[in-house]
């Protein structure tokens, strides 16, 4: 088979599967694993495929239709449970402030945090303020801006810009996906903005993502990997994923 040929096959593939890895491709057409990413990397340049760690995404699998968070929510949720848990045991001693991002597992972590300290709780998401408000134990402070439909949350440049006033201990962040090459990303280019806010906003950044995100891309990126501290994730995440996050100097936790 020629060079062009190739090209051609990997790229219909990936538009038909959505996703492919390296390896499967290598193994297929016969070649090494060199040549293979040499392929994606000019597909991508042609803008047929989206490289991501281990093989290639088509294009419309990165910039697909976000779910809506009734229906995220439903989504593994005892890996979620798990996760938040995990997350819990990251907060900081005596109690402190917190930046909580939207999401399914950031509202199951609010849920957790020990009655036994005082917290601060900032955040964006309607149903975190809903269940941290009646909390003797916590403090809120809900975040202004225009509200979301699909995830119930303020963003936005009034979102963004009130962030910027607040220094939390700790900025739990959710992701809709979460890769080596793309950092953090989610479809939405208003969300991204508040996101990337609550990441810089915190003095330690924990991401909370299960292992269905990672490797995953969308159109708008908002924090790179060196931009976060620790990534929870739960335990069907792949050993070459850990190990090329631990490369990339983010500690992550598997439960």
């Not at 281990?54 to 593994?76: C, F, I, K, N, Y």
């Not at 900025?171 to 208003?190: I, K, M, Q």
């Amino acid at each position: 088979m020629y060079a062009e040929e190739r090209h051609q096959a990997i790229a219909e593939l990936v538009s038909t599967r959505g996703r492919v890895a390296v390896t499967e491709l290598a193994t297929r057409f016969q070649v090494t694993t060199e040549t293979v990413r040499r392929d994606l990397s000019q597909l991508e340049r042609l803008q047929l495929v989206r490289r991501v760690h281990g093989g290639a995404v088509s294009l419309r699998s990165v910039t697909m239709l976000e779910p809506r968070l009734s229906d995220r929510d439903q989504d593994h949720t005892p890996e979620k449970g798990r996760i938040a848990q995990a997350a819990v045991a990251l907060l900081p001693q005596g109690g402190g402030t917190l930046l909580i991002d939207a999401g399914s597992t950031t509202a199951r972590l609010v849920s957790l945090l020990p009655t036994t300290e005082q917290w601060t709780v900032i955040t964006h998401s309607v149903p975190i303020a809903a269940i941290v408000a009646p909390l003797p134990h916590i403090e809120l402070h809900l975040l202004p801006g225009k509200v979301r439909t699909a995830t119930q949350a303020a963003v936005g440049h009034e979102t963004a810009q009130a962030i910027g006033q607040f220094r939390a201990d700790l900025a739990f962040v959710g992701t809709n996906a979460v890769s080596v090459r793309h950092g953090l990303s989610t479809p939405d280019s208003e969300e991204a903005a508040t996101k990337r806010a609550i990441v810089h906003g915190g003095q330690r950044v924990v991401v909370l993502a299960d292992a269905t995100k990672i490797g995953q891309e969308r159109a708008v990126r908002f924090a790179s990997l060196d931009e976060i501290d620790v990534l929870v994730t739960d335990d069907s995440v792949s050993p070459s994923d850990v190990q090329a996050f631990d490369a990339a100097g983010v500690d992550v936790i598997r439960v």
